[in-house]
């Protein structure tokens, strides 16, 4: 009897997996404990005709990578976003690409104040401070951060994680909150205050912090370089949550050094694992290795998502997150 078979290109929660294999699927998983280079994921692919793929957002499926895999029915991206995957392509083959929203949302909402608080409140520079021993005694002159209350809270991007994170702002710290999206968001203004910016630029000269809450997508990859950059207001703080290439990170270094922004807060990086130069020795950013969404509960869900997403799929019924037909 023939066992229709899934690789996963790396390791997660094994509820997924038990899903996969309780479904009657063969299940491969990566024996390499990282990410893997195109090259490798094709090597993968070619071994077995493999009915559907369980991804990672690092894994970057594109016409190489679907020659290798003609067999397959499926991508199921263990990710809220899909930008990894040639949408084009799997359309053009007849592919389902998925992801897992939801996965993990409230989480990212959590880490992004969790980066706006540490930034405004110096926290990591003072961890650093009494770590080197350099702690002798209370000093009001040292470290001075800054109120939230009353301070203007620029968003760009108002979907679910955006609004969330806009509604703390707004009810949990009393600030005024702006936002520039391509969609109003009618449910932001009415309930949260919220005032509408027909532009990106309108948010940046305004705020004193400025959260980024967009997919990647052509339109948005560099949204912030060394111009807009320059738009925002001396002292203002700058927290991206999002995408990495939503920011040109060497135009931020440069921000950063020379004090035309007071700090920011990383979880995202250009070119993953790999940093701008420079932006590591700066003492005015809170660098976090793509965690936000990072929780027990969120992986364990998103697991479960893409294996309900594979098994639909593979019983020829559309599933339940599709983002490509």
Known sequence: ?????????????????????EAGFEVDVSSKDRPLSK????????????????????????AEV??????????????????????????????FVTNTP???????????????????CRIVEGDNFVRRGKYKGWDPMIFH?????????????????????????ARGFEMKVIYYDIVRNDALEKDFGAAFKRTAEEVLREADIVSI?????????????????????????????????VIDEAALVEALRTGKIAGAGLDVFEKEPKFAKGLTKLPNVVLTPHIASATKEARFDMARMAAENIIAALAGKTPPNAVQI
Request: aromatic share 6%.
């Open 39 to 62: 090259q490798e994921l094709i090597k993968a692919l070619r071994k077995k005709p493999y009915d559907a793929v369980l991804s990672l957002l690092t894994d970057q499926i594109d």
């Open 102 to 120: 939801g996965g993990g949302a409230d989480r990212v909402t959590e880490h992004t104040w969790g980066l706006i608080l540490a930034l405004t």
């Open 213 to 245: 809450h967009v997919p990647l997508t052509k339109e948005t990859t560099h949204l912030l370089g060394s111009e807009r950059l320059a738009m925002m207001k001396r002292g203002a703080f700058l927290v991206n949550t999002s995408r990495g290439k």
């Open 1 to 21: 009897m023939y066992r229709e078979r899934v690789f996963v290109t790396r390791k997660i929660p094994g509820n997924g997996l038990a899903m996969l294999r």
């Open 145 to 169: 951060g800054i109120k939230l209350a009353g301070k203007t809270f620029g968003i760009i991007g108002t979907g679910r994680i955006g609004a969330d994170v806009a509604r703390r702002a």
């Open 66 to 95: 679907f020659d290798a895999a003609p067999t397959v029915k499926i991508v199921a991206n263990y990710a809220i976003g899909f930008n990894n995957i040639d949408l084009a392509e799997a359309k053009r083959r007849g592919v």
